[in-house]
């Protein structure tokens, strides 16, 4: 298994929006989406992405995608689906807004802390200031952590420290968050170790 944090730090948290982009750039929530499950004729089974909202007007969302055959995803139509699921969220409760897409109101640090209780530890911080990834053999059952256009909000990089020292670079070059997972899952799938 393999599973990716996304923080977006101003995604909207209500579903009533038309252009993704001002919607505090949920366009690359969707591309990141895409390329963490789509492969050609195909989707990635072994794959869990935790998407967390940050902007207005209720923040945060956690949104877990995590694979199910029955997941009525499209990679034309990924916008429309977020907004749904959005929608559907209910307060006070974990709602599974759609086979394997659940929503709630939880926090980066909430979420961190149920993963860790639950048994989990290969954190794995992405930042271009980090350590070079290609020298590194990759745990079992890593969980990437990937900011947005603005990055991962520095309380954020500090409270993750308390649980790794994993800070991994891509190289020099400041890619998309999209194009971070897509290099992440080759190096997963070359790894042989998910
Ligand atoms: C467009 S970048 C964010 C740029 C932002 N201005 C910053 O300084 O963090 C989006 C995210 O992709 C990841 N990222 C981009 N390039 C990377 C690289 N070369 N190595 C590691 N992570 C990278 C980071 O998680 C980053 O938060």
């Not at 990716?4 to 009533?16: A, E, K, M, R």
């Not at 149920?114 to 070079?132: A, P, T």
Request: proline share 4%; with cysteine; glycine share 8%.
């Amino acid at each position: 298994m393999r599973e990716f944090i996304l923080i977006s730090n101003h995604g909207q948290t209500s579903g009533n929006f038309n252009d993704l982009m001002q919607a505090g750039r949920l366009d690359i929530v969707i591309h990141s989406i895409i390329n963490a499950f789509f492969v050609s004729n195909n989707m990635r089974e072994d794959t869990i992405f935790h998407l967390i909202l940050n902007g207005p007007p209720d923040p945060p969302r956690h949104i877990e995608f995590i694979y199910d055959s029955e997941m009525p995803i499209s990679k034309k139509d990924v916008g429309n689906l977020l907004k749904s699921v959005l929608w559907k969220y209910k307060q006070g409760k974990k709602i599974k807004a759609f086979p394997g897409i659940f929503v709630e109101k939880k926090s980066f640090q909430a979420l961190i802390k149920e993963l860790v209780e639950s048994g989990k530890k290969n954190f794995y911080l992405l930042d271009k200031r980090g350590k070079d990834i290609s020298n590194i053999g990759l745990k079992e059952n890593p969980i990437f952590i990937l900011g947005d256009h603005e990055g991962i909000p520095k309380n954020n990089k500090k409270f993750i420290k308390r649980y790794t020292k994993e800070v991994f670079s891509l190289g020099r070059t400041n890619y998309f968050t999209s194009q971070c997972i897509t290099i992440l899952n080759y190096l997963v799938d070359k790894n042989g170790n998910n």
